[in-house]
């Protein structure tokens, strides 16, 4: 018999009566994980800090849960945290050395957990209204891949081909210990900065932002960013995204052994390029926000509006040491 999935995405099941992984039925209400996994929360004290939903309504980080069995937890997602704790903790050397597929799992397993959290805040809205929880087919197709991937984590599931993910990390050089968490849910892209290193990953894009951004890539992978360098290497990943206009098919062979997935190539039936144009004006508005902690404002990225304020790459287009960055406190 071929191995199943489980498709919540199929009759939109997020019921908290059933595993966000496997599907099953669960016994209790007790029966559920935190999505920011606990030894991260209480490492930078997150538990009651403010978490807001796409809705402007505000949550905290120790509310949002995910319905998950004893057995799933045990055998598949402690493992996980326990694996990307000792890395993470440990720092930027040992979060280099952990394999794409833990971080894709561990990263798709919050970004799942916040989607899990969105799309039953929107049903139970739309249900207190009469109305039914209406859903861009899109969006579905895009997510239902997402949770499929990370069925990989209890599944013998094979990635044949290109990996469906961009992930990249990065040493962080600075006084003090980092911590900052991005996620934009509809692009499926992901930032976290800490300790001495900081990863950015777009979950779906086949690999296609890393290529973007080659050249770039190519000159500061291996170096040691100041903050600011990291959060705007981020900006770009985070504007690109936006930009790439591709919703990726994969191909899904379920086999008595192990489902296979595979990646159908991008270019289909449109010659119209992957990403769209590049407007400076546009990522100068990205990048203002991700530069807030510096209070770097929009005028002054965009002042040569041919050519945006980078810190990673100097006028000879040449990487900027990170002890050569000065910014404002």
Not at 61 to 75: A, H, R, T, V, W
Not at 103 to 124: A, D, P
Not at 214 to 219: A, G, T
Not at 288 to 313: A, V
Request: aromatic residues 14%; negative net charge.
């Amino acid at each position: 018999m071929a191995v199943t999935l489980y498709k919540p995405f199929e009759k939109l099941n997020f019921s908290k009566q059933f595993c966000f992984l496997s599907g099953e039925k669960l016994q209790s209400a007790e029966e559920e994980i935190s999505v920011f996994p606990l030894w991260l929360m209480q490492e930078y004290e997150l538990q009651d800090k403010p978490f807001k939903l796409l809705d402007e309504s505000i949550s905290t980080y120790s509310d949002m849960k995910l319905p998950c069995s004893g057995n799933i937890f045990e055998q598949y997602i402690e493992p996980l945290e326990e694996e990307i704790k000792a890395a993470f903790l440990s720092g930027y050397e040992s979060v280099k050395q952990v394999p794409e597929i833990r971080l894709f799992q561990w990263i798709s397993k919050m970004v799942y957990g916040i989607l899990f959290n969105e799309i039953r805040t929107g049903i139970i809205q739309q249900k207190a209204k009469g109305e039914e929880f209406s859903f861009s087919q899109s969006l579905v197709h895009k997510f239902g891949n997402l949770h499929l991937m990370l069925q990989s984590l209890n599944k013998p599931l094979i990635f044949d081909g290109n990996m469906p993910w961009s992930i990249k990390v990065f040493k962080i050089e600075g006084t003090k210990d980092l911590f900052n968490y991005r996620d934009e849910i509809n692009t499926l892209t992901f930032s976290l900065a800490m300790k001495d290193f900081g990863i950015v990953a777009c979950l779906q894009d086949n690999g296609t932002n890393s290529i973007y951004h080659k050249e770039i890539l190519d000159k500061i992978i291996g170096k040691a960013l100041h903050p600011a360098q990291f959060e705007e290497i981020c900006a770009k990943f985070f504007y690109s995204n936006y930009l790439f206009n591709r919703l990726p098919e994969y191909t899904v062979m379920p086999t008595e052994d192990a489902v296979y997935i595979e990646a159908m190539p991008l270019r289909g039936m449109s010659s119209k390029p992957l990403f769209d144009f590049w407007q400076n004006k546009t990522y100068a508005q990205v990048l203002e926000n991700f530069w807030k902690p510096w209070g770097i404002l929009m005028f002054e990225i965009i002042k040569d509006p041919e050519s945006p304020m980078s810190w990673l790459l100097d006028k000879e287009q040449e990487f900027i040491p990170a002890s050569s960055v000065e910014l404002p406190s």
